[in-house]
């Protein structure tokens, strides 16, 4: 773990919190960013961020006072930029993924960086960022929306959990 004290925030953040608060000139709460190596080997496991999310929800349960807390998980699905897939998509897979995050994010935490990149391409391994928001959630949180876009590039989603 490594803290970051003049680290720019990125499209990561500013995107879900334009979405979250769109007419307030300020977000109306205090935003704690995580940032999750998804580029320079050796990346953290699927596991390690499940459980990391799962920490994570321990330490807010630990509070006194009652918490109103909002989990943000980022990272494109499937997509890769360079190399002989440049290009990849993978629509079957990204839906999938949706699914699992919902109904067994177990299953995915099993599964391995290489299965993530074979699957979703090299940078679709950032899916695994969305581990650690649903390992913060209570496990009897479900799905109440979703929606899938791939516009170019990177596959693009937004999931609503309660």
């Known amino acids: ?8 925030l990125d499209h990561g953040l500013h995107s879900p919190l334009t979405m979250m608060w769109p007419s307030k000139p300020d977000w109306p709460g205090a935003v704690i960013p995580l940032v999750v190596n998804v580029l ?49 998509n993978n ?30 391409g090299n940078e679709g391994a950032e899916v695994i960022m969305w581990l650690i928001m649903r390992g913060a959630l209570d496990e009897r949180a479900k799905k109440r929306h979703q929606n899938y876009y791939l516009p170019m590039t990177t596959a693009m989603a937004v999931a609503l959990f309660e």
């Open 1 to 8: 773990l490594s803290l970051f004290q003049d680290l720019p």
């Open 40 to 88: 320079q080997h050796p990346l953290p496991t699927p596991r390690r961020c499940y459980r990391l999310g799962q920490a994570i929800r321990r330490a807010i349960l630990s509070y006194p006072q009652d918490l109103n807390v909002a989990m943000v998980g980022t990272g494109g699905l499937s997509h890769q930029m360079i190399g002989e897939r440049a290009g990849y």
């Open 91 to 120: 629509e079957e897979w990204d839906r999938e993924f949706l699914e699992l995050i919902d109904r067994d994010p177990e299953r995915l935490a099993a599964m391995s960086i290489e299965d993530f990149m074979r699957l979703g």
